[in-house]
Nanobody, 127 residues
Framework: QVVLVESGGGLVQAGDSLRLSCAASGGTFAHRTMGWFRQAPGKEREFAGA????????YSSDSVKGRFTISVDSAKKTSYLQMNTLKPEDTAVYYC????????????????????WGQGTQVTVSS
């Protein structure tokens, strides 16, 4: 059974940085995509970014492009979301997810493309 565990969230000030981790276990992840999504209070969950398991293909939403970087360490089965220059509007619960088998996904921004989800980690950015 695939299990995803996010960590690294916390309370920071605007302009600070955080790195989230997503440790995957219980499966093989080659030919899959790792996605990162976030859900702000009172809003729907939205796409933040994604990366192919080998790291060769990445996607980012316009709202985080240039500030957030996604990477993956295949040997450790861990994906990372490096978040720089954080803003109060980045406050959300951040989730990682594993996409269906086969890359590239038809639409990595579509949550229905993902088979497994973590429990989420809270990121709060104060102004």
């Amino acid at each position: 059974q695939v299990v995803l565990v996010e960590s690294g969230g916390g309370l920071v000030q605007a302009g600070d940085s955080l790195r989230l981790s997503c440790a995957a276990s219980g499966g093989t992840f080659a030919h899959r995509t790792m996605g990162w999504f976030r859900q702000a209070p009172g809003k729907e969950r939205e796409f933040a970014g994604a990366i192919s398991w080998g790291g060769s293909v990445t996607y980012s939403s316009d709202s985080v492009k240039g500030r957030f970087t996604i990477s993956v360490d295949s040997a450790k089965k861990t994906s990372y979301l490096q978040m720089n220059t954080l803003k109060p509007e980045d406050t959300a619960v951040y989730y990682c997810a594993v996409g269906r088998f086969g890359i590239p996904l038809r639409n990595p921004r579509d949550q229905d493309e993902y088979d497994y989800w973590g429990q989420g980690t809270q990121v709060t950015v104060s102004s």
